[in-house]
């Protein structure tokens, strides 16, 4: 039986759905940045960012994105030139990233400090992943590797009656990449032969197996997370990476491969 020693999880896009949260974020930022005439988002503009949500890779680039989408730029435009279309986009504002990095924050904080539980409740998690999870944590030492809070993953699962060891959870505030914290996992755990890392981005997998001490990390790409057509074609054209379905997480490991 094909069974690892150790399982680790990304959170956000492979447990957590927190599309909605994003979005409500992205736009309260993007009206204290733009200031448009209107400060309710107009029909549809919700949809479509959730579609185009794959292509950025931090904070800054969310109200961004929204004026992108508003200024008229079609989906396949942005999906296509997004790294070049970001930036300029910002500068239209008179605004550096660093700036809109910290609007971003700043309106994410306030909205925790005043409404915890409204900012928790705009999250979901994907179909049968949390059991997925509460069995490997029941069989293996499971890990939860994040650039989320680790506060914040640990109130989302407790909601869910989901319990794990804080100790467990290696969120934003370990500052450390992902690879790093994955090596750093191994060597916790001398015993084990075989670590299975899961995440829905890409790059992030990406960046893992090009360390030549991580070359034993088996890595699955969520299909159903924060991911586009052309990451998954990718992953199933490469040889290190699986494609891994919410069909074959609910099953035996070996199913997994």
Request: contains cysteine; proline residues 6%.
């Amino acid at each position: 039986m094909i069974t690892p020693d150790i399982l680790a999880f990304d959170f956000d896009g492979v447990i957590c759905d927190g599309l909605i949260e994003y979005f409500k974020t992205a736009w309260r930022t993007y009206c204290q940045l733009y200031q448009p005439d209107q400060t309710e988002p107009p029909n549809g503009l919700a949809s479509r960012f959730y579609k185009l949500r794959p292509v950025i890779e931090t904070g800054w680039e969310m109200p961004v994105m929204l004026q992108a989408i508003l200024a008229g730029h079609s989906d396949e435009e942005i999906i296509a030139d997004w790294p070049e279309m970001a930036k300029p986009l910002l500068a239209e504002a008179q605004l550096a990233p660093a700036a809109a990095a910290n609007a971003v924050d700043s309106i994410r904080d306030s909205w925790i400090q005043s409404d915890l539980d409204n900012w928790l409740a705009q999250h979901r998690f994907y179909p049968g992943v949390l059991k997925a999870l509460k069995s490997a944590i029941a069989a293996i030492p499971t890990y939860i590797v994040s650039t989320k809070e680790g506060r914040f993953i640990q109130k989302l699962l407790a909601q869910n009656n989901v319990e794990i060891d804080p100790a467990f959870i290696l969120g934003k505030e370990v500052k450390r990449p992902k690879a790093e914290t994955l090596a750093r996992l191994l060597q916790k755990h001398p015993e084990a032969s075989t670590l299975w890392f899961i995440e829905d981005r890409l790059k992030a997998l990406q960046s893992v197996k090009a360390q030549p001490e991580l070359e034993s990390v088996a890595l699955f790409l969520a299909d159903w997370g924060y991911n586009l057509e052309t990451d998954r074609h990718a992953a199933s054209e490469d040889e290190r990476i699986h494609l891994l379905s919410l069909e074959q997480i609910v099953q035996k490991f070996e199913r997994w491969v």
